[in-house]
């Protein structure tokens, strides 16, 4: 019977949607012996007993990540506690960003967040709303799950799968699998309460979170978790040069710093999650589990300077051709500056200066000059009937960006054995989702300069909503084939159905106002409002059928192989393959391998999603527009209808397991073409304004540039995972010493140079460390444990505010600031002490030793008002304390 339990485990555990827990412990309570039990929950994805951390008779390499493993950080966000343990997962910080501020992106394997699967208790989880429109080149666009919503509390274990299967899984997997298992107990539970601040005095971080399991009836379960988060922002800022000088000219209102580089401030960040189970009997298992987050982040913005603010503050005016390519446009330095007054009378009776643009107007200075220093600046300050933007930000503004993100799900089904007939002894698993993430965004202290008095300064901008329906049917047979084992036999259909809806912000967050005319931007600055026109839903469909089949062909060569068929009724179809193998060269050493084939289909979001948003381009500040990819205005600059990203993945490896001690070494490669990214700003030219027009583009003469999402370029992105373990019994207790390294490469192979610039090119190859790795001690006794983690990152190229073009020269000059970063180390320790049995306090640090971010060369060091890159692998706020007290029951 033993035997028969774990076959079925594994069955479950190959089949295209992986099983929930709930029927592992169901198989060990059949075969009524703990140790059953024990071997089976050790199953995850694929294979059938697992390491430390790594399943060791899988075909493809598995990181297992045990909840007690999560706990082991000081940050309670899933995605610090994911990079801290598996060296190919990257997250940055993204103070500037937009909306990727709210949601961060994450990246395994070098690959964008979307580019990875993630499932909770083995079924697909919805996407976030949210796209990562600044996304630091990698990320670019990218709109994958929002995981972060997930509390550490409420998980039995993570499990990582390394490899592309997408002919398992779907669209998306191209990196690999994430699989997110729930707490499945029927009793006992804990409370954790946790405080922490970083060691510059900021960012004080509040976390409570608890877990509880209860009987659901004599034959079920139901496990609750929650967490509730509050962090105060952090600023690693100082006062911008600009800034400086305008208070030291005598500008009275100019805030020090006039911009934040730090973390958003996180306020009421609830989540909780529900896991439940009921043994119908007659073999069949209903289960259900589901999520309700919510959270507000305000985050920081860019300071938009009184004196230079073209749209709202000024127009830049040119004379000269200060570059000698021999003709003056927007490419030339700026010459003088034209302030912006509008005589709001209606009638030009105003008495507000003429709005002339030559020199010697008396609205238009020279540039270096203070605007304040006009004969008709006081004239207009004191004239009612005058408006400009000074009046009501005289030092200039920094707009603050907000959002309240609102997640749910809810997973059903029904699972079990067919008795009887020729499906006798079949498992099936029967099951829908549904999944929803809304995103709210915000704008405080800005202006829709068109507006001019009757402008607000705050603004509800409009809303994010993906919604996403799936629901599966999947049947597993063993069958006696003459093998030396059974064949294991697997096959089933997926349908899914994909919304993305635009709902558009209040009308004064988008509205044209009577002084467009005149020049003045149009909209809430810094994010326009989503306006009328871009409102409303668009769905697709898809359905999908797959079959895999895995056999032992001896006692030691295990194949498998899985086909899967998709079509959608957008873009059409696609077909993928994936065989894998694993030869158990000795009862110690293994090598195992695999190739695929995979696809990532273009998001209903990149496909259809409309933004306005502050971008930095040559160390400029320009409004650029995120259009669909068919717009008039796209079309226009090259933008085409989306099609699938394809890929094609290689991998080999091999495992030793002796004793105590546990090593897998994996070699993948990845090479996928037609990659989906937002694309670089392409400029909107002057002499393109008629013609644009004419094609229906509004007012173009007000974007600076356009962006949209587009088919870009192919990549090659190889690297070797290894993962070593070793447990002993030492200074009287028990010792684990684990060791986990990374090392990736991304090559960009082709890409359209008329929609990707060089610089983006060097962020895609360079962006992130090629070499990573952690070695952890973990100590045991009876009362105290403790452990120290050291983190390497090796060298990336650094760029700031996803630019690379930054600071001035000696001779006042751009330059472009695009250094290789250090390699560098960081380490963690924690102390744990169980007081009783019930309780457990704990104190630890994040970056003990308060390793430096990457600093801004000297020459550009506070140009934007920021000391370090933020684009760098770990948290430039540096060290980070924490305490926490729990209590078990």
């Not at 000059?369 to 004239?383: F, I, K």
């Not at 393959?577 to 110690?588: E, H, R, V």
């Amino acid at each position: 019977m033993k035997i028969k339990a774990l076959r079925k485990a594994i069955l479950l555990a190959c089949s295209s949607t992986l099983v929930s827990t709930m029927s592992y412990s169901a198989l060990a309570e059949e075969n009524n012996t703990e140790e059953v039990k024990k071997d089976v929950e050790k199953i995850a994805v694929v294979g059938t007993r697992s390491a430390p951390r790594s399943i060791a008779d899988s075909p493809v390499p598995i990181d297992i990540i045990g909840g007690d493993d999560l706990e082991k950080h000081g940050s309670s966000d899933m995605l610090e506690l994911l990079v801290s343990q598996v060296p190919s997962f990257n997250v940055r910080q993204q103070p500037i960003s937009d909306a990727a501020t709210l949601i961060r992106p994450v990246n395994l394997r070098g690959l964008s967040s979307d580019s990875t699967l993630v499932l909770v208790n083995g079924k697909r989880r919805h996407r976030a709303s949210v796209i990562a429109f600044q996304g630091g080149g990698v990320n670019d666009g990218a709109q994958g799950p929002d995981i972060s919503v997930i509390p550490s509390i409420a998980l039995k274990q993570v499990e990582v799968l390394r490899d592309g299967a997408a002919a398992q899984y779907g669209s998306d997997a191209i990196a690999g699998v994430m699989n997110f298992v729930l707490k499945d107990s029927a009793e006992g539970g804990s409370i954790t309460v946790k405080y922490g601040e970083y060691f510059e005095g900021d960012g004080d971080t509040t976390t409570i979170e608890g877990n509880i399991g209860m009987p659901f009836t004599d034959d079920g379960f139901a496990n609750l978790s929650f967490a509730l988060k509050n962090a105060d922002a952090t600023s690693r800022s100082v006062q911008r040069p600009d800034a400086a000088a305008l208070a030291a000219s005598g500008n009275a209102y100019i805030n020090d710093p006039a911009q934040i580089w730090g973390n958003p401030e996180i306020e009421d960040d609830l989540s909780i999650f529900g896991n439940v189970g009921l043994d119908l009997g007659n073999d069949k298992e209903f289960y259900m589990f589901g999520n309700y987050s919510e959270r507000d982040a305000t985050g920081g913005f860019y300071y938009r300077n009184p004196q230079n603010r073209e749209a709202v503050y000024t127009n830049a005016l040119r004379y000269a051709d200060t570059n000698n390519d021999g003709i003056i446009d927007d490419d030339d330095a700026p010459s003088h500056y034209q302030w912006l007054v509008a005589d709001i009378t209606g009638n030009g009776m105003g008495g507000c200066p003429s709005n002339g643009n030559q020199p010697g107007d008396p609205l238009v200075f020279e540039a270096g000059s203070m605007l304040a220093d006009l004969p008709a600046y006081s004239e207009v300050m004191g004239n009612a009937n005058c408006f400009a933007a000074n009046k009501y930000y005289p030092g200039g503004y920094t707009p603050q960006f907000a959002g309240n993100i609102v997640d749910t799900s809810l997973t059903m089904g029904v699972e079990g054995e067919i008795s009887g007939g020729w499906l006798d002894e079949v498992y099936f698993d029967l099951s829908g989702s549904v999944g929803r993430n809304a995103a709210d965004f915000y704008l405080y202290n800005s202006i829709n300069p068109s507006l001019g008095f009757d402008s607000p300064v705050d603004f509800d901008t409009g809303k994010y909503i993906q919604l996403e329906k799936t629901f599966n049917f999947d049947l597993v047979k063993s069958l006696e084939v003459g093998l030396d084992d059974p064949l294991n036999l697997a096959g089933g259909f997926e349908f899914r159905e994909e919304s993305f809806e635009i709902v558009s912000g209040e009308e004064a967050s988008w509205k044209a106002g009577p002084l467009a005319d005149n020049g003045f931007n149009i909209g809430s600055h810094g994010f326009k409002g989503f306006g009328p026109e871009s409102q409303g839903t668009n769905t697709r469909r898809n359905w999908a059928a797959y079959v895999d089949a895995e056999a032992y062909l001896t006692e030691d060569l295990l194949l498998g192989a899985a086909l899967r068929y998709e079509d959608y009724n957008t873009f059409g179809d696609t077909a993928n393959y994936k065989l894998t193998l694993q030869y158990a060269i000795s009862d110690d050493w293994q090598i195992r391998g695999s190739t695929s084939t995979g696809f990532r289909a273009p998001t209903v979001g990149q496909a259809n999603v409309v933004n306005t948003a502050t971008s930095l381009v040559g160390g400029e500040l320009i409004q650029s527009f995120l259009a669909p990819p068919t717009d008039p205005l796209s079309a226009f600059y090259g933008g085409k209808e989306l099609t699938p990203e394809e890929s094609t993945s290689y991998a080999l490896g091999t495992v030793y397991e002796y004793d105590d001690f546990f090593l897998t070494v994996d070699y993948y490669n990845i090479e996928v073409t037609d990659r989906i990214a937002q694309s670089s700003q392409i400029t909107v030219r002057e002499e393109d304004y008629a013609e644009l027009r004419s094609l229906g583009v509004q007012n173009p003469e007000l974007i600076s540039a356009v962006t949209y999402f587009a088919n870009d370029f192919d990549t090659t992105t190889q690297g070797v995972d290894i993962v070593a373990n070793y447990s002993a019994d030492l200074l009287n207790g028990a010792t684990k010493f684990a060791l986990a390294y990374n090392w990736n490469e991304t090559t960009v192979d082709s890409f359209n140079p008329d929609t990707t610039t060089t610089g983006k090119v060097k962020r895609l190859e360079e962006g992130m460390p090629q070499h990573r790795a952690t070695f952890t001690i973990t100590q045991n006794w009876d009362d105290i444990s403790m452990f120290v983690r050291a983190n390497y990152f090796g060298e990336y190229f650094a760029v700031h505010a996803d630019d690379d073009c930054l600071g001035l020269d000696e001779e006042g000059n751009k330059k472009c600031w695009n250094e290789i970063a250090d390699s560098s180390f960081t380490f963690d320790a924690e102390v744990s002490y169980f007081i009783n049995e019930s309780f457990k306090a704990a104190v630890g640090a994040n970056n003990i030793f308060d390793q430096e971010a990457q600093k801004l060369p000297t020459a550009s060091y506070g140009v934007l008002g920021a000391k370090y890159y933020e684009s760098g692998p770990y948290d430039y706020n540096g060290g980070f304390y924490y305490v926490k007290l729990s209590y078990m029951f």
